[in-house]
């Protein structure tokens, strides 16, 4: 298929502050999607000109609306290239990442997180001398020194959100780390190891988590008087980490659940999980069963009123613990569980890790699909990322749960 040529446009001279999206012309691409070039003066006068692709025509209108709204919200007129590169992160880039829709909910805090990471290092320069190759090259590398596995979005964030936005309002002429080889260190190479709980430390991490003494610290303090939300901080983490290795379910999500979504039937309890915000809206709310009875009952004593958290925000019940703040309480956490388990592994796993346990766990009783739905994803995305080879017995599991056909004598999923 050859590529249509777009209607004329209107040449009416943009005033600032307005586009041209309503006025041009969607055309269809060789592959198929749908491509809408359209212009937009900012209100310095400065003129862009834009593409924008997709599916639809809708899509495609919606998305360079959105896209236009963020440029002439930016106040790039107003930024000279003396001005200190601080002061345009806080005042420029962080609202506009807040406010986008085009980033999923952790997406958003990841990149939150990395602009935290590079602005001490950014402190004291203007944007022209902060956005010079050196400058750039050598804030990245400190982020690699301080938190290897956190560069590589750094620089994603530092080249995309500040120095191209910097580029486009035409406060600078280029972004010199864009597609450039930069002198940064390799992340270490790990051998292949195990990254999944057999079922017998899985059954003895939940044991202590079900008995755990949660009136001590998540970490040791030497101040008395400490807030109410910090002495609550341990026991909100415990209670997150129970609910995470049963259910296999993400932070993100593990921080929405109320009391109200946790479903108590005669044959057990199902939790309703609501659907994260997504940068598509494809994600979808599900449902996934609590299949041991140990859990179940802690559930059923610890129920509060409907509209609180399950696991909530340290200072207050009715509010949702920030994912970001939570996931930082995960490695202190593990490591105490190592330590009084003697289960070593735990040092270096992740919350994200229980739904891997959990496929080899349930490998021989539950057909790797509706495991998958279970869980929030496909069955392809399971066996890239979940699938633990290092652990036999797992392995051992899927290959029993093939030659019985899944016809384990557990509880059938509810």
């Given at each position: 298929?050859?590529?249509?040529?777009?209607?004329?446009?209107?040449?009416t001279?943009?005033?600032?502050?307005?586009?041209?999206?309503?006025?041009?012309?969607?055309?269809?691409?060789?592959?198929?999607?749908?491509?809408?070039?359209?212009?937009?003066?900012?209100?310095?006068?400065?003129?862009?000109?834009?593409?924008?692709?997709?599916?639809?025509?809708?899509?495609?209108?919606a998305?360079?609306r959105?896209?236009?709204?963020?440029?002439?919200?930016?106040?790039?007129?107003?930024?000279?290239?003396?001005?200190?590169?601080?002061?345009?992160?806080d005042?420029?880039?962080i609202?506009?990442?807040?406010?986008?829709?085009?980033?999923?909910?952790?997406?958003?805090?990841?990149?939150?997180a990395?602009?935290a990471?590079?602005?001490?290092?950014?402190?004291?320069?203007s944007i022209?001398?902060?956005?010079?190759?050196?400058?750039?090259?050598?804030t990245?590398?400190?982020?690699?020194?301080?938190?290897?596995?956190?560069?590589?979005?750094?620089?994603?964030?530092?080249?995309?959100?500040?120095?191209?936005?910097?580029?486009?309002?035409?406060v600078?002429?280029?972004?010199?780390?864009?597609?450039?080889?930069?002198?940064?260190?390799?992340?270490?190479?790990?051998?292949?190891e195990?990254?999944?709980?057999?079922?017998?430390?899985?059954?003895?991490?939940?044991?202590?988590?079900?008995?755990?003494d949660?009136?001590?610290?998540?970490?040791?303090?030497?101040?008395?008087?400490l807030?109410?939300?910090?002495?609550?901080?341990?026991?909100?983490?415990v209670?997150?980490?129970?609910?995470?290795?049963?259910?296999?379910m993400?932070?993100?999500e593990?921080?929405?659940?109320?009391w109200?979504n946790?479903?108590?039937?005669?044959?057990?309890i199902i939790?309703?999980?609501?659907a994260v915000?997504?940068?598509k809206?494809?994600?979808?709310?599900?449902?996934?069963?609590?299949f041991?009875?140990?859990?179940?009952?802690?559930?059923?004593k610890?129920?509060?009123?409907p509209?609180?958290?399950?696991?909530?925000?340290p200072?207050d019940?009715?509010?949702r613990?920030?994912p970001?703040?939570?996931?930082?309480?995960?490695?202190?956490?593990?490591?105490?569980?190592?330590?009084a388990t003697g289960?070593?592994?735990?040092?270096?796993?992740?919350?994200?890790?229980w739904r891997?346990?959990?496929?080899?766990?349930?490998?021989d009783?539950?057909?790797p699909?509706?495991?998958?739905k279970?869980?929030?994803h496909?069955?392809?995305i399971?066996?890239?990322?979940?699938?633990?080879?290092?652990?036999?017995e797992?392995?051992?599991?899927?290959?029993?749960?093939?030659?019985?056909?899944?016809?384990?004598?557990?509880?059938?999923?509810?």
């Amino acid at each position: 298929m050859t590529e249509k040529k777009p209607k004329t446009a209107a040449k009416t001279k943009l005033e600032p502050g307005t586009h041209s999206i309503d006025r041009a012309h969607p055309r269809e691409l060789p592959d198929g999607t749908i491509a809408l070039d359209w212009s937009v003066r900012l209100h310095n006068g400065r003129l862009l000109r834009k593409r924008t692709k997709g599916p639809k025509k809708s899509i495609v209108r919606a998305r360079a609306r959105q896209t236009a709204k963020e440029l002439l919200e930016t106040p790039g007129g107003n930024w000279k290239p003396s001005a200190p590169i601080i002061d345009y992160i806080d005042q420029a880039v962080i609202p506009r990442i807040e406010k986008t829709e085009k980033l999923k909910d952790n997406s958003r805090r990841r990149h939150l997180a990395a602009i935290a990471l590079v602005k001490p290092h950014l402190k004291g320069f203007s944007i022209w001398d902060a956005t010079t190759r050196g400058v750039l090259e050598q804030t990245l590398q400190r982020v690699a020194k301080a938190k290897p596995g956190s560069v590589d979005n750094a620089r994603t964030v530092l080249s995309k959100w500040v120095v191209d936005a910097l580029v486009t309002e035409g406060v600078i002429k280029d972004n010199p780390i864009f597609k450039r080889t930069l002198d940064l260190p390799l992340p270490p190479q790990r051998p292949a190891e195990r990254r999944t709980l057999t079922e017998a430390e899985w059954d003895t991490v939940i044991q202590h988590l079900l008995t755990r003494d949660t009136t001590a610290l998540l970490v040791p303090s030497k101040h008395n008087n400490l807030r109410q939300s910090t002495k609550n901080k341990h026991s909100r983490i415990v209670r997150l980490t129970l609910l995470q290795s049963v259910t296999g379910m993400r932070i993100s999500e593990a921080t929405l659940i109320k009391w109200k979504n946790v479903i108590d039937t005669p044959d057990g309890i199902i939790i309703d999980v609501p659907a994260v915000k997504g940068k598509k809206g494809t994600e979808k709310k599900r449902r996934t069963p609590i299949f041991r009875d140990d859990v179940t009952d802690y559930l059923r004593k610890h129920r509060g009123e409907p509209e609180e958290f399950v696991a909530a925000s340290p200072a207050d019940t009715l509010k949702r613990w920030d994912p970001t703040n939570a996931d930082d309480c995960v490695p202190p956490l593990y490591a105490q569980i190592a330590e009084a388990t003697g289960i070593e592994i735990l040092k270096d796993l992740r919350s994200h890790s229980w739904r891997a346990t959990l496929h080899g766990v349930y490998a021989d009783v539950i057909d790797p699909l509706t495991l998958a739905k279970y869980f929030g994803h496909t069955q392809k995305i399971a066996d890239e990322y979940y699938d633990d080879l290092e652990n036999t017995e797992a392995v051992l599991k899927a290959v029993k749960g093939i030659k019985s056909g899944y016809g384990g004598q557990r509880p059938s999923p509810l």
